[in-house]
């Protein structure tokens, strides 16, 4: 369950993220969309407002200059006809005042002697100073009108209400400034207009109104809910604004980061907007201006409409609370339905969980029917596969404890083998010892027949040089014819000895002819035993099994090989016994020659005795007899020599297969060593198959299975 609860979070978070994101770009892409209309919606109200007060505005500096144009334009025509009055000029301002209540002042201001050349007869009087220029200034005192002179109009920048006028010759307008009348100081700007008779400019008639007037429209004047307008001047001075303290300041836009263009957008007479701090609200505000043009003055003013960003974006703000309501709602119907999703997604994703759990804990005898999943989507899939996957792991289970088995059972044949391989080795070593012995007592007969040999080549040389002694006698008793009967018999004795020789050594080679078959029977006795060594390294090659039976192969690969060259050994030896019985063969039959031989020339001897009296001719036969004798004698002696050299072939041929055998006790005590060694093998072998069965035995299986499943190619 906390696994279905946790992967049912996991699907709801992950939606859930989506569709906020896509919910809150939709959202976000149409709130950016409103403030950006409701933006340019405001800004083009606040222009055109802006532009609508500003308009107001220049009204209310039109009218006054209006008046400032005509009172020049009178004055003008006046000094043209030359009857230009002070007292009449004064009137005409005094009455203008009058009927502009509007209107805070107006002035006239002439250069010295311009007006009537009389400055000198007005000095000191009223509405004039010490020069007794013509410089009356009529404004409002209370309800009343009242005459004042001028001051400081000669002074640059307290005199720029008349001085700018002169020089520039055009209509001109002040930034706001204060001045006392009265006794007290009061806001205003001052509209003058300059006066020119015959081409030269001879003074400025000038109209000074009170900012309390614009004060009260800009007061009056309301944008959105605090939203307020403010007046600036062609220099950046505030010169109306809701807050009365603030006029005559810089405008805050001029004070901050980037007031210079500001004020340059303000001279050029531009239309703008930004947001800026508001000095007044204390925040960043939206901002519109318009200029403000004041008749022919080329110094125009701007009217700014200042309105907190909240206020301007409120109706946006109230569209966006409807999409975030039906984003809210559509949040909710989706959670809602990705849950129910997510559960119906998660329940068969605990069934699967179960059977894998199952098969974790060793229960392989799942199947797909235990699923409850008949779907052919993927989870379906999912389910087919861990199926399989645990089916597959049973028949890997089945074929892993039928391999164990197997390998037990080779085990216990293994140890069984290798311990009957260590019997037959110590049958072999024993079987060995008998060879040894049997081949150490053969050496030592050969050793004695070679001697017997020796002696018999020894005998057949002196039976050789008796016979050439004899046949010297021969010819002494040919050249004297006269030799005595008693050496003749000697002689006859002599050849009788020498034929017992030959008989003798006749039954020796017949002796040597049976040892020689003896040895034959031995050399057969080592074949069988190599051809047995050497089907043993075969059977043993055939048992072997894991990396104990790879190091047994290698032994009895040894051991075969020992037995081979014990077989080859052996068939050198026979071939050796076989070329000596033919040489002995021949000695036999020599010999027995060589007796018949001797007894013919005993005969002979015997004859010569008895008819040695009788002819000289039958001495020389018995002197060929003996050269022939000799002759034998020495062939006898050759073969014996012969006989002599093969008996020391054999004996060296003994004394190799005693090494070779010994050499082969030596690899049947390897064999058995490693026959051990395999044994303890098989019986480590079978403690693991043991071990492996035990831990095959936690899985539980469907043995139905056992029957239908395929060994693997290491069982089989």
């Known amino acids: 369950m906390k696994m279905a609860m946790k992967l049912r979070e996991k699907i709801t978070a992950i939606v859930l993220a989506v569709v906020l994101v896509v919910f809150g770009s939709v959202v976000g892409v149409i709130t950016a969309v409103n403030r950006r209309e409701s933006m340019m919606e405001a800004r083009q109200v606040a222009l055109i407002r802006s532009r609508e007060l500003a308009n107001e505005v220049r009204l209310q500096f039109e009218r006054p200059l209006d008046v400032a144009r005509s009172l020049a334009g009178v004055l003008e025509g006046l000094g043209a006809a030359g009857s230009l009055d002070r007292a009449l000029v004064n009137g005409m301002l005094a009455q203008v005042l009058r009927r502009n209540p509007d209107f805070f002042g107006v002035w006239t201001c002439w250069e010295p002697g311009a007006f009537d050349g009389r400055d000198g007869d007005f000095v000191g009087a009223k509405g004039h100073d010490g020069t007794g220029r013509f410089i009356p200034y009529w404004y409002r005192d209370g309800d009343e009108v009242a005459l004042e002179a001028l001051v400081g109009y000669d002074v640059p920048g307290e005199g720029d209400y008349y001085l700018r006028a002169m020089e520039s010759g055009r209509e001109t307008v002040l930034d706001p400034f204060e001045y006392e009348v009265g006794g007290r100081k009061v806001a205003m700007t001052t509209l003058a207009v300059p006066v020119e008779i015959g081409g030269r400019r001879v003074g400025a008639v000038g109209v000074d109104i009170a900012l309390e007037v614009l004060q009260e429209m800009t007061t009056k004047m309301r944008f959105y809910e605090t939203g307020f307008g403010r007046l600036l001047s062609h220099g950046g001075m505030v010169a109306s604004h809701p807050s009365r303290d603030r006029i005559g300041d810089v405008a805050g836009e001029i004070q901050g980061a980037g007031g210079d263009e500001v004020l340059r957008r303000i001279r050029r007479g531009e239309s703008w907007f930004e947001e800026s701090w508001s000095v007044a609200l204390k925040q960043t505000t939206f901002k519109a201006f318009a200029p403000v043009e004041i008749g022919r003055t080329g110094t125009p003013w701007s009217f700014g409409v200042v309105a907190l960003d909240e206020e301007v974006l409120a109706a946006s703000n109230r569209l966006f609370v409807l999409p975030l309501a039906l984003t809210g709602v559509g949040l909710a119907v989706v959670i809602a339905a990705v849950w129910l999703v997510a559960g119906r997604i998660v329940r068969p994703l605990r069934t699967v969980a179960a059977m894998a759990e199952r098969a974790r804990e060793g229960d392989l005898t799942v199947t797909r029917d235990d699923f409850a999943l008949r779907s052919s989507d993927e989870l379906g899939i999912m389910a087919d596969a861990l199926a399989a996957m645990i089916g597959s792991q ?253 008996m020391e072939q054999i004996t060296e041929g003994t004394t190799r297969i005693s090494g070779l055998i010994r050499s082969i006790g030596r690899a049947s005590e390897e064999t058995s060593r490693a026959a051990e060694g395999v044994a303890g093998q098989a019986q480590e072998m079978n403690l693991r198959g043991e071990e492996l069965l035990s831990r095959i035995a936690r899985f539980r299986l469907d043995e139905r299975r056992a029957g239908v499943l395929p060994l693997s190619s290491e069982v089989r």
Do not use: W
């Open 394 to 646: 049973a028949d890997t289970v089945f074929q892993i404890r039928h391999a164990a088995e197997a390998v037990a059972a080779t085990s216990t044949s293994l140890a069984a083998l290798s311990e009957e391989t260590n019997a037959s080795m110590d049958e072999v070593r024993t079987r060995l010892d008998q060879v040894l012995e049997l081949s150490e007592s053969n050496g030592t007969s050969i050793r004695e027949m070679a001697s017997s040999i020796q002696e018999m080549a020894d005998g057949a040389q002196t039976m050789a040089r008796a016979a050439v002694e004899g046949a010297t006698a021969g010819e002494r008793v040919g050249r004297t014819a006269s030799a005595s009967v008693e050496k003749v018999q000697a002689v006859v004795r002599d050849l009788e000895g020498v034929g017992e020789r030959p008989r003798a050594g006749a039954e020796a080679m017949h002796h040597l002819a049976g040892a020689v078959k003896d040895i034959a029977g031995f050399v057969g006795v080592i074949g069988s035993i190599a051809d047995q060594t050497n089907l043993l390294a075969l059977n043993a090659a055939a048992v072997r099994a894991g990396a104990a039976g790879r190091g047994f192969a290698v032994v009895a690969e040894e051991v075969r090989k020992l037995a081979g060259e014990s077989n080859g050994a052996a068939s050198e030896v026979s071939k050796l016994i076989g070329s000596l019985e033919k040489s002995m063969g021949d000695s036999i039959a020599v010999t027995e020659e060589a007796g018949a031989i001797m007894k013919a020339t005993v005969d002979r001897a015997a004859a010569a005795v008895r008819e040695l009296e009788e002819a000289l001719e039958g001495t020389r036969r018995v002197i060929d007899a003996i050269g022939t004798v000799a002759s034998t004698s020495e062939e006898q002696a050759a073969s014996s020599e012969e006989m002599a050299s093969a």
